[in-house]
């Protein structure tokens, strides 16, 4: 069984900085990539950043040069430090781990297959 906890969110004002981690335990491939979802109420759950097992990364555009993702695979844990937070960033952030490949359109995509209960980011105006 796989089990992410999450800690570091909170309230902020905007323009302000928090830091989130993620620790996964449990039995899963060390070949596999790590990441961070959001979710606003209502609304579908995004994927925010990702980190694959040997570093490649993703970001949603609009965290492109506010948020940055890291790893360390010896730990099994993952953070997201995000930086100039503005009230759109508010939600719930969700870490996420998924250690296997499915066939999309012409390529290999990861599915993300397990998931932290969330922790709530709230940015003030």
């Known amino acids: 069984q796989v089990q992410l906890a999450e800690s570091g969110g909170g309230l902020v004002q905007a323009g302000g900085s928090l830091r989130l981690s993620c620790a996964a335990s449990g039995s899963f491939s060390n070949i596999n990539v790590m990441g961070w979802y959001r979710q606003v109420t209502g609304a579908n759950r995004e994927l925010v950043a990702s980190i694959t097992y040997d570093a490649k990364t993703y970001y949603t555009d609009p965290v492109k040069g506010r948020f940055t993702i890291s790893r360390d695979n010896m730990k099994n844990t993952v953070d997201l430090q995000m930086t100039d937070l503005q009230p759109e960033d508010t939600a719930v952030y969700f870490c996420?781990?998924?250690?296997?490949?499915?066939?999309?359109?012409?390529?290999?995509?990861?599915?993300?297959?397990?998931w932290g209960p969330g922790t709530q980011v709230t940015v003030s105006s």
């Open positions: 996420a781990l998924g250690d296997k490949l499915r066939i999309a359109g012409s390529g290999l995509t990861w599915e993300f297959g397990y």
